[in-house]
């Protein structure tokens, strides 16, 4: 079993920053790919970043590439990625979700097994 605990949500004005962190625990992640994505209300959720954990390759959705970076940390028993997002925009405010993707294309929903709870942004304009 898998858990993934966000947190680090919050409000902020345009132009501002915050970093999301999400603690992962339950299993090894040597050869997963961890991924943030977001859901606004009214719209389906949308891929934001996601980080290879062997290797440490990132990725972006064009529309945060520049202001986000997604990074990780391992320690001993639980693992951590982090979303720093900088020059925040009002476009930005929704929920970000972590999840920990099993197989197929990292930027869809369906290529992820795990999510967390989800920790609101909100973007003052």
């Known amino acids: 079993q898998v858990q993934l605990v966000e947190s680090g949500g919050g409000l902020v004005q345009a132009g501002g920053s915050l970093r999301l962190s999400c603690a992962a625990s339950?299993?090894?992640?040597?050869?997963?790919?961890m991924g943030w994505f977001r859901q606004a209300p009214g719209k389906e959720r949308e891929f934001v970043a996601a980080i290879t954990w062997s290797d440490g390759f990132t990725y972006y959705a064009g529309s945060v590439k520049g202001r986000f970076t997604i990074s990780r940390d391992n320690a001993k028993n639980t693992v951590t990625v982090y979303l720093q997002m900088n020059n925040l925009k009002p476009e930005d405010t929704a929920v970000y979700y972590c999840?920990?993707?099993?197989?197929?294309?990292?930027?869809?929903?369906?290529?992820?097994?795990?999510w967390g709870q989800g920790t609101q942004v909100t973007v003052s304009s």
């Open positions: 999840a920990v993707a099993g197989r197929g294309r990292i930027t869809t929903t369906s290529a992820y097994d795990y």
């Open positions: 339950g299993r090894t992640f040597s050869s997963y790919t």
